[in-house]
T-cell receptor
């Protein structure tokens, strides 16, 4: 049981390049989330999904797209990377919405856009 | 507009003493509060939570206190241990609203250093 995994762990992009961050969970969780962490800002929600085939915008969605074609995977795409997207990206998943359900986080992807 | 604020970027305490981390929120719809702990190069892990119907929740060395009228919560760690050195994030959820879908609003984090 690997929990929540993220690929890649590190990436350097040039402005204008595109990439996809992969989040995978093996806990059969319904809900998945993408956050970004910036110094002095805490974690901010980018997009989230309440089930396979669904996605919704979070607090800071501009410049990102997501897809959840399979329940276990949640992909975050950057179509044209900008230096402002330099950040650490965390994926999380959750089995249900009752407060007893914990949100589990992946180890993060550190992205630098030059 | 930061709805959850942790105004102390860092805290340094001696091993065995109490660590008190503070968090303030502005959104009165928040009714469930959580603390997460994060080590370098790892994702945040859940530590302890509290519902707005309570004013205290205890789990071993960790206690969270909630003051709804002041919109303030605090995490107490007693006694503090060097292994507690990490970044602590406060988070909030509008659970009863039914539309949060588990989305959490995080504070900026506080770096706790516990010296041996």
């Amino acid at each position: 049981n690997a929990g929540v995994t993220q690929t890649p762990k590190f990436r350097v992009l040039k402005t204008g390049q595109s990439m996809t961050l992969l989040c995978a969970q093996d806990m059969n969780h319904e809900y998945m989330y993408w956050y970004r962490q910036d110094p002095g800002m805490g974690l901010r929600l980018i997009h989230y999904s309440v089930g396979e085939g669904t996605t919704a915008k979070g607090e800071v969605p501009d410049g990102y797209n997501v897809s959840r074609l399979k329940k276990q995977n949640f992909l975050l795409g950057l179509e044209s990377a900008a230096p402002s997207q330099t950040s650490v990206y965390f994926c999380a998943s959750r089995e249900g919405l009752a407060v007893s359900y914990e949100q589990y986080f992946g180890p993060g992807t550190r992205l630098t856009v030059t | 507009d930061q709805q959850v604020k942790q105004n102390s970027p860092s805290l340094s305490v001696q091993e065995g003493r109490i660590s008190i981390l503070n968090c303030d929120y502005t959104n009165s719809m928040f009714d469930y509060f959580l603390w997460y702990k994060k080590y370098p190069a790892e994702g945040p892990t859940f530590l302890i939570s509290i519902s707005s119907i309570k004013d205290k929740n205890e789990d071993g060395r960790f206690t969270v206190f909630l003051n709804k009228s002041a919109k303030h919560l605090s995490l107490h760690i007693v006694p503090s241990q060097p292994g507690d050195s990490a970044v602590y994030f406060c988070a909030a959820d509008d659970f009863a609203g039914g539309t949060s879908y588990g989305k959490l609003t995080f504070g900026q984090g506080t770096i706790l250093t516990v010296h041996p």
